[in-house]
């Protein structure tokens, strides 16, 4: 499945790059922590809704990255918000 998504359309350098990681559970910091990622994605978050505009998406990845926190797993790379979907 991994390689048929990195050759359709739904190819993107992130997913290329975080969800081997995912599928290997290896979620040792590589690129940025979820707490690091939670705190920028909250400032900008912050700054948009302060020039007025709305971040529906924005919103809800930040909704998931705090997850990911309150989980334990902020000190991993943010690859690790997949282990929220986990069961």
């Known amino acids: 499945m991994f390689d048929i998504i990195c050759a359709s359309s739904g190819a993107s ?7 081997p990681r ?3 559970d290896a979620y040792l910091p590589a690129r940025a922590a979820c707490r690091i ?3 920028d994605v909250g400032l ?3 700054m948009a809704r302060d020039a007025g ?3 529906p998406l924005a ?3 930040l909704a998931k ?6 989980r334990g797993w902020g000190d991993l790379d943010d690859a690790a ?3 929220t979907y986990e069961r």
Do not use: G, I, P, S
């Not at 992130?14 to 969800?19: A, L, T």
């Open 22 to 24: 995912a599928l290997d």
């Open 81 to 83: 918000v997949f282990k």
């Open 13 to 19: 350098w992130v997913f290329e790059d975080r969800m």
């Open 37 to 39: 990622l939670t705190k």
């Open 65 to 70: 990255l705090r997850e990911t926190v309150e």
């Open 53 to 55: 505009h709305d971040t």
């Open 59 to 61: 919103h809800a990845a």
């Open 44 to 46: 900008a978050t912050a």
